[in-house]
């Protein structure tokens, strides 16, 4: 299963789902328009509704409510807010069992209750006193109590019916909004039915077996989040109950979360909420909820070098959450405690390292220079490296806060007597590079190591004068 996110502002996401007849999955025009870029996306019922009492789902797409057996109820819960200002549209297939005169249907509901909220079971189909809400009835079991209503010919339906109702306009019945139709009784077949919100025009329409179901300005606040619940429930009489979506075409809000990545010295204390991680959370309703950030993960243990991760979770007023994953790179300073750790300068002489906490990163020690100055180190014995794939990345900046304009070269030479090279990496200039704290660049590339280079001698060339706060040289993949 796929689906299709749009971004409509950064708060709100519309999704489609789309499966195709031989079962298999497609998307269908993959988007998250936030950055004008497509990305591929897959999704299954899970993504978007919470299961709860005996619903549980069958496949990506297909769920059950309840099983054939007495007193049984089963919802699902969507897990983000709707926004009724945009169109939606429903699509899906629904089997209300191999009984007959079994019991006692389904129920759909779009309404202002939190996120996850289940209304009455039993002849209340899981919706009954969801707040504001307006459902549609698939009801088989027309002798409920909940059926005694005289709103339209709700009380004439003496057999399967269906049509919208109110979900709380009464505390003891489903309200009938428009006239309904009776249905044909459950036969073990799917059937399915289509619900429309037409937004511009505040029309809410329905199509179960060729029978049309209109509801001209139904109650429903545009100002405000809806979400969504389907629902089914038996009693002495019972039948089992699923629902398969097909496509779900709406405008889904949820709050957004925001992160990033962080490198940290070995042995240092790490703060899940250090500023330069930069959390934010902002909702369309609550406005900034920074503040509701919480740590659902953090398994980062400074005393070994790794990248571990640490996850974030913030969920807003109604209950809609949102999650960002983080990855905290523990590294061992380049220099540690001025040690010059195998760097030298082009005389072959140990580098001589400045003290200065303020321009350094990691430790308390840098390497500055006045002027262009390259530094190579031989990586032999416990620090030979291996074949495979590897990530360079360099810390470094110009003597003044200004805009660094020339390169910065990293090289590789396989032998150490031989004049070939290879470039690895070239930030030309440096200011492209990622912009970090204390006003250094942060710039990377990855590359290979061939079976005749595990002992290589890596050149660093600033062409400017500046400082260079560390070199790290790792394992990818």
Not at 64 to 70: E, M, S
Not at 211 to 222: E, G, R, W
Not at 227 to 253: E, K, V, W
Request: proline share 4%; hydrophobic share 35%.
């Amino acid at each position: 299963m796929c689906y299709d996110i749009i971004v409509i502002d950064y708060n709100t996401i519309k999704i489609h789902y789309k499966e195709r007849v031989n079962s298999m999955m497609e998307t269908e025009n993959d988007q998250l328009n936030m950055e004008k870029r497509t990305v591929p996306v897959l999704l299954d019922l899970s993504s978007l509704f919470k299961f709860n009492g005996d619903a549980t789902q069958i496949d990506s797409n297909t769920a059950q409510l309840t099983t054939n057996a007495q007193s049984k109820a089963g919802a699902l819960t969507g897990i983000t807010g709707l926004n009724m200002m945009n169109d939606f549209s429903l699509d899906m297939d629904v089997n209300l069992g191999t009984n007959k005169n079994g019991a006692d249907g389904v129920g759909i509901a779009f309404h202002q209750d939190s996120i996850g909220a289940i209304g009455k079971y039993g002849g209340g189909l899981g919706i009954r006193g969801l707040k504001a809400g307006i459902g549609f009835e698939l009801d088989t079991f027309w002798e409920a109590p909940d059926d005694h209503d005289t709103s339209f010919n709700h009380t004439q339906m003496k057999g399967p019916h269906a049509g919208f109702i109110a979900t709380d306009k009464s505390t003891d019945i489903l309200v009938a909004l428009a006239s309904m139709q009776n249905i044909s009784a459950p036969d073990g077949s799917f059937k399915n039915i289509k619900i429309n919100w037409r937004a511009s025009e505040n029309i809410l329409t329905a199509d179960y077996e060729e029978k049309h179901f209109v509801l001209n300005n139904p109650a429903i606040d545009k100002n405000v989040k809806y979400t969504f619940t389907i629902a089914a429930s038996t009693g002495a009489s019972y039948n089992a109950h699923i629902i398969r979506i097909n496509t779900f075409d709406a405008s889904f809000t949820k709050p957004k979360l925001t992160a990033n990545d962080i490198s940290v010295p070995k042995d240092s204390v790490f703060d899940p909420f250090d500023p330069k991680i930069g959390l934010k959370a902002t909702d369309d309703k609550d406005g900034d909820i920074t503040d509701k950030i919480r740590v659902a993960k953090n398994d980062v243990d400074t005393s070994k070098v790794g990248t571990y991760q640490v996850v974030y979770t913030v969920a807003n007023s109604q209950g809609e959450t949102d999650s960002a994953t983080i990855s905290v790179r523990v590294i061992a300073p380049t220099w540690p405690d001025g040690a010059p750790n195998g760097w030298q300068n082009f005389a072959g002489q140990d580098l001589e390292l400045l003290k200065d906490p303020d321009n350094s990163l990691y430790g308390d020690f840098v390497f500055h220079s006045e002027q262009q100055a390259a530094i190579f180190k031989q990586f032999v014995g416990e620090e030979a490296l291996k074949p495979g794939n590897y990530r360079v990345v360099v810390y470094a900046k110009g003597l003044t806060s200004s805009i660094p304009t020339l390169p910065l070269k990293v090289s590789l030479k396989k032998d150490s007597a031989s004049g070939e090279s290879r470039v690895l990496l070239l930030a030309n200039p440096l200011g492209i590079g990622e912009k970090v704290e204390k006003g250094y660049y942060k710039v990377s590339a990855d590359f290979t190591i061939a079976s005749d280079e595990t002992n290589p001698l890596i050149t660093v060339e600033n062409y400017q004068g500046g400082y260079i706060a560390g070199i790290f040289i790792d394992p990818i993949g």
